[in-house]
T-cell receptor
Framework: GDSVTQMEGPVTLSEEACLTINCTYTATGYPSLFWYVQYPGEGLQLLLKATKADDKGSNKGFEATYRKETTSFHLEKGSVQVSDSAVYFCALSHTGNQFYFGTGTSLTVIP | GAVVSQHPSRVICKSGTSVKIECRSLDFQATTMFWYRQFPKKSLMLMATSNEGSKATYEQGVEKDKFLINHASLTLSTLTVTSAHPEDSSFYIC????????????FGSGTQLSVL
């Protein structure tokens, strides 16, 4: 069945450091891929998405590229800020309704 | 943006009691709502899909008699954990889709259930 494997955390970085959170997936067909972010005390929010191979999703300085050959969708940011501290979830969906999530990666950015 | 309110955010209960979790879409009508569960260090797992006015569809391995879902209106779905046991302790989170065919999904902030 479909599944998402996500880099385990927690991750602690200094402000302005580079971030990579690895995500790989197993799926039939060609799902859409997503990164969701959950800030403390809030619900999950869509951060970015990509709907087909080689698409790059980007938002708030974060990027992820849909790599079909490696079945990956790694999240990257060149310079993190304290306000980026949150839990990040990688997910896939075929229908846009039913999602398969990874375990979530907790990121803490220290000044 | 659209807001989904989930209540309570945290609940502690005794074994054998029932707990109700509410999920409300505050500024849109949600024809479909989803309930997820996450055990520590595990993935968010879909438990069930509920459509307004009809019975929920449960994922394999989820006991429908234990996890009662009611989606009585377009803005409210409830999950009741009946006769809760310590193994039901988990993080429960709901999500809602505004309208038919929408690809947008909005999440509540989750409920941490601890059963003593």
């Amino acid at each position: 069945g479909d599944s998402v494997t996500q880099m385990e955390g927690p991750v602690t970085l200094s402000e302005e450091a580079c971030l990579t959170i690895n995500c790989t997936y197993t799926a039939t067909g060609y799902p859409s891929l997503f990164w969701y972010v959950q800030y403390p005390g809030e619900g999950l929010q869509l951060l970015l998405k990509a709907t087909k191979a080689d698409d790059k999703g980007s938002n708030k300085g974060f990027e992820a590229t849909y790599r079909k050959e490696t079945t990956s969708f790694h999240l990257e940011k060149g310079s993190v800020q304290v306000s980026d501290s949150a839990v990040y979830f990688c997910a896939l969906s075929h229908t846009g309704n039913q999602f398969y999530f990874g375990t979530g990666t907790s990121l803490t950015v220290i000044p | 943006g659209a807001v989904v309110s989930q209540h309570p955010s945290r609940v502690i209960c005794k074994s054998g009691t029932s707990v109700k979790i509410e999920c409300r879409s505050l500024d849109f009508q949600a024809t479909t709502m989803f309930w997820y569960r996450q055990f520590p260090k595990k993935s968010l797992m879909l438990m069930a899909t509920s459509n307004e006015g009809s019975k929920a569809t449960y994922e394999q391995g989820v006991e429908k008699d234990k996890f009662l879902i009611n989606h009585a209106s377009l803005t409210l779905s409830t999950l009741t954990v009946t006769s809760a046991h310590p193994e039901d302790s988990s993080f429960y989170i709901c999500s809602a889709v505004p309208g038919q065919g929408s690809e947008k999904l909005f999440f509540g902030s989750g409920t941490q259930l601890s059963v003593l």
